[in-house]
């Protein structure tokens, strides 16, 4: 009797003790912990179930499982280096960087075997497609444009596989040697032609200039001439309307008046003078005092 009841109670705690290992496992099948920086594609017999985010998910034990688990994370393709000729057939070697992040994993698991070798053989196509429809100098000058086309088409491609790309970077264009050597003989010789041309240009404006100066200049003594003769006009109005208006002994008095001006002119001067005049200059200059000595006194 006693060896039933000690059978028995084996016997429930065997049962007690495989119903707690059931529980342990249902809940560990069946409790999935996802981290942020990922994303689980759930199977149920081999079947896309669900894709589970991040923090805590339930899903069926022994039915579903786990069959990927998907980083999230922004990636970055080793660098790139492939051949491509432009369109004036230069052959140049370019390197390429992407970075890309997963945004539907169901997506990249289901329809690309191997997301990076696509991606890296997707942009060897775009870039040697895009340097092919540019020549040389578009290439080095216009490596903005270049990188935003190639972007772009990058987009259009993975588009299906659930993938963002981020940036596609164009790290460098390296030429061969002969290519640079005749490179630089080109840029040398167009140095020296802008050079001349400069050299040119500089000569042809001191020219301009220089003709401008004498323009100007003989504007400038043209003007003056004319002021000149306006102001002799008009003394002579002056004189011509005194005479008009006092008869004949205004115009002796202006007369007599420039001789004075012209002797005190001659006396003028640093040293000693000596003026030689004829008699009848001394008469002419006697009587212009004598005129001035009456208008004075008159006055």
Known sequence: MLEDQIAAAASNGILYLLGAILLILIAVKGIKIVPQSEKYVVERLGRLRAVLGPGINFIFPFLDTVAHRISILERQLPT??????????VLV???????????????????????DEAISTTVAGIVRSEIGKMELDEVQSNRGQLTGAIKQSLLE??????????????????????????????????????????????KKRAVELAADGELYAAEQIA????????????????VARAIADHGIEAAQY????????????????????TVVLPASAIEAFGDAFKLLGGRGGGA
């Open 223 to 238: 003007k003056a001439r004319r002021i000149q003769a306006d102001a002799e006009a008009y003394a002579t109005e002056v």
């Open 157 to 202: 491609a993975v588009d299906d596989w659930g993938i963002e790309v981020t940036r596609a970077e164009l790290l460098d264009v390296n030429l061969d040697e002969a290519t640079r050597a005749a490179m630089l003989q080109q840029l040398n010789a167009e140095r020296a032609r802008r050079a001349q041309v400069t050299e040119a240009e500089g």
């Open 254 to 273: 202006q007369v007599a008046l420039k001789q004075v001006e012209a002797l005190t002119a001659l006396g003028t001067g640093d040293g000693k003078q």
């Open 80 to 89: 790139n280096s492939q051949d491509a000729i432009t369109a004036d057939n």
């Open 93 to 115: 070697q370019v390197e390429t960087s992407v970075f890309f992040r997963i945004l539907y994993p169901e997506k990249a698991v289901y329809r690309i075997r191997d997301v």
